[in-house]
């Protein structure tokens, strides 16, 4: 029996409200992040992931009392995400209730920050995230700050950088997919899901559930993030598992 598929909530958080946008900007509110965490953890999602996007762009630490309450109200792994730039903020976010971090920015620029947590605190708290984009020559390039600035690296080299320094998982966001609602980002997923060892989450154009069933069978995912379709009630995650389930894919029910 293959390990479970996991369903992911994101909360994408700015100035204390949950947001969601298309293609990284747009931004509408879309409810109270302690409230919506609940909700989630309620309904058998098999994890929850809280994002502060702006943290990174705006230069300042994860709002750390925010995630604290959240934390309080789950039953369900907890990965926090955004301005997490050195080990202290990593311990911080342990301390508030996070069970893993996620990082993004800060890897990029600082690569042997992903070394110091997968030692310290041990790979399966270390996350690292990837924005990327296809660009106009068809390689997949990576950029930091919330999408706004393109790095030069190559998704597929930062992803096994990352593994062999010892990142527990990958959260793979494809930019032009992100709030599109089109689907995931199947080929690049696949290619991905081949060259590493490590599990990824594929993140970035959920919009019904056969968006879902595809991540995982062509795209190889071996969990799948969304926003939207569950803040705003187009997908219900229990509806989606019996789906999931009936279409032969493995899922905590």
Known sequence: MSLAKRI?????????????????????????????????SDQN??????LDITASYEGRKTFTDMVSRVAAELSIPFTVGGGINEMKDVDTML?????KVSINSAALRNPSLVDEIANHFGSQVCVVAIDAKQEDDGQWQC?????????GRNLYEWAKEVESRGAGEILFTSMDHDGVKHGFANEALSRLADTLSIPVIASGGAGNMQHFRDVFVEGKA????????????????SDLKHYLRNEGISVRL
Request: charged share 20%; hydrophobic share 40%; aromatic share 10%.
């Open 95 to 99: 301390n508030a209730g996070a069970d």
């Open 222 to 237: 071996d969990a799948a993030l969304a926003a939207s379709v569950f803040h705003f009630g187009e997908i219900k995650i």
């Open 8 to 40: 992911i909530p994101c909360l994408d958080v700015k100035d204390g409200q949950t947001v969601k946008g298309t293609n990284f900007v747009d931004l509408r509110y879309a409810g109270n992040p302690v409230e919506l965490g609940k909700a989630y």
């Open 143 to 151: 950029y930091i700050n919330g999408g706004r600035v393109p790095t």
């Open 45 to 50: 999602a098999d994890e929850l992931v809280f």
